[in-house]
C-alpha cells in the first residue's frame, strides 16, 4: 500500500484548519464570505426542486403499485441490476377467478355467461393498467430518478467542493489579518539599545572596582576584547523588573520583522490562490444549478407524457366498461323482458369537459315523439322524426364506436355530426345524424361545440 505520510499529514491539517473556520463562523467569531443573492437563489431553487421531486417520485410510485411489499421487491431488483418478474394485476387475478367460478359453476347458466363476460372485460382492464403501469415508468419515473442519482449527486459533489473552497479562503483571510497585526505591533517596539540602560545596573561589588576611567572601552560594550587583553572585573546584572524579559526579546527585533514580513507575503499569496481556487468553482457550481432550468423543461415534457398515458388508460377502461355494460344491458333485456337498456344506472362520467347530465341539458327538447322504449320501437321513431328546425347542434366524436344495433350509429373519432334531443331519452344518449344516416349515439364520446 502507497503510504504517504506527508500528504496525510497535509490532508489532516487542512481538515483541521477548515474544522475550525467553520466552528468560528457557527459561534459568530469570524467572517464568513457572503454569496451574492442571485447565487443564494439558484440554491434554494435546486433544493426546493429535489425535495419536491422525491416527493412526487414516491407518490407516483404508490399510485402505480399501492403494494408496499411489490415497492420494495421491485426496489431489490432494481438495485441488484436484475429484470423484475412479471406481476399479475389485480383485474387479471379477478378475471381468472371469474372463469373459474364459471366453469365450476355452468358456463351455460346465466350467471355463468355473465361471469364469463365479466371477466374478460376485468382481463383487458388488467392489460390496459400493465401498460399504463408500464409507459408511466419509462416515460415519468425513470427521468425522475435519473435526475436524484445521477444530476443532483453531481451537484452536492460540487456544492460541498466549494463549501470546502470557501472555508479555505476564510482560513486565509483571518491568517492574512493576523499576520498584518503582529506585523504592525513588532513595528512599534523601541530597540534594544534605546532600553537596555532602563534595564540593567550592576551589582555593588562591581561598581565599586568599576569606573569609566578603568576600563579602556564603553560600559555598552563590555567584553573580552582579545585574548590575553584587558578583563573587567567580575560583575554580573540584576534584572530591575519582567521587563528585562521583552528586552532580552528585542535582541532579534530586526529578524523578527523581517520573519513577520515573510510571513505577511506567504499569507497574501495563499490568499490569492484561495480566492482563484473559490471563484472558479464558484462558476463551476453556478454552472450546474442553471441548469436546473432545462431539468425543468425536460420534467415538463414528461408530466405531459404521464398525463397523456393516464388519459388513454382511463379512455381504455372506460370503453370496456361501457361495451361490458351494453352487454349485461341485452342480457337482462333476454332475462328479465320489459327491461329498457341505458335506463337502470348512468353511465359513468365523461372524458370531456362537458359533463352528459349539463349537455343534455343546454339540448333542446323537441317535442315530436312521446319515447324511446325498445330498441325495435326506437328504431322506427328513429326513422319517422325528423330532425327540429332549431335547437341542433355540431358534436365532435372523441372516440371511435361501434353501434351495437341499428338504432345506434357508428362512430370515426374526429368526425362531425349533428346532435339532438328527444323528449323521454335517457340524459346519456343523443339523437346523432350524419348525412342520410341517424341513429342514438353516447354523449361520452362527442364533445359539443358552440
Known sequence: MDFNMKKLASDAGIFFTRAVQFTEEKFGQAEKTELDAHFENLLARADSTKNWTERILRQTEVLLQPNPSARVEEFLYEKLDRKVPSRVTNGELLAQYMAEAASELGATTPYGKTLLKVSE???????AERDFIHTASISFLTPLRNFLEGDWKTISKERRLLQNRRLDLDACKARLKKAKAAEAKATTVPDFQETRPRNYILSASASATLDDTSCPLPRAE???KQPGGWRPPCFFLLPLSPSVTQARGCLSLPEDRKLWNDEVDKAEQELRVAQTEFDRQAEVTRL??????STHVNHLRCLHEFVKSQTTYYAQCYRHMLDLQKQLGSSQGAIFPGTFVGTTEPASPPLSTTSPTTAAATMPVVPTVAGLATSGEAALCLEEVAPPASGTRKARVLYDYEAA??????????????VYSLPGMDPDWLIGERGNKKGKVPVTYLELLS
Open 405 to 418: 344495433d341499428s338504432s345506434e350509429l357508428a362512430l370515426l373519432a374526429d368526425e362531425l355530426i349533428t
Open 222 to 224: 563590555w567584553k573580552e
Open 288 to 293: 450546474l444549478l442553471e441548469g436546473i432550468s
Open 121 to 127: 372485460a376485468e382481463k383487458r382492464l388488467g392489460a
